[in-house]
Nanobody, 123 residues
Framework: QVQLVESGGGLVQAGGSLRLSCAAS????????MGWYRQAPGKQRELVAAITSDGSTNYADSVKGRFTISRDNAKNTVSLQMNSLKPEDTGVYYC?????????????????WGQGTQVTVSS
């Protein structure tokens, strides 16, 4: 259906910056929301930031003021600029998107995840 490909993870020292990108492809009609989640070792996956098609954003309290999410609706991409990184930001970051794909007779909904990209922040 819809494939999400992430890029931009890596190893950075505390206080540094990274930028994650995610591109969606497939028979996409529209994407309602795109977001980034993360999962630290031994913890549940949690929402980091999300953005709707009209640009409304939502951030986890722990990243407010440090992370910025943005999207390009024409290219079906979403990015996450991460500044002032902390060791507690370490984890696997997953891109998520939901919306509609075209079918032979009608459109249908999708909710897809990327494969994840590792972000490691050293102290």
């Amino acid at each position: 259906q819809v494939q999400l490909v992430e890029s931009g993870g890596g190893l950075v020292q505390a206080g540094g910056s990274l930028r994650l990108s995610c591109a969606a492809s497939g028979r996409i009609v529209s994407i309602k929301a795109m977001g980034w989640y993360r999962q630290a070792p031994g913890k549940q996956r949690e929402l980091v930031a999300a953005i709707t098609s009209d640009g409304s954003t939502n951030y986890a309290d722990s990243v407010k003021g440090r992370f910025t999410i943005s999207r390009d609706n024409a290219k079906n991409t979403v990015s996450l600029q991460m500044n002032s990184l902390k060791p507690e930001d370490t984890g696997v970051y997953y891109c998520n998107a939901d919306g509609y794909v075209s079918g032979r007779y009608y459109n249908s909904e999708f909710d897809s995840w990327g494969q994840g990209t590792q972000v490691t922040v050293s102290s």
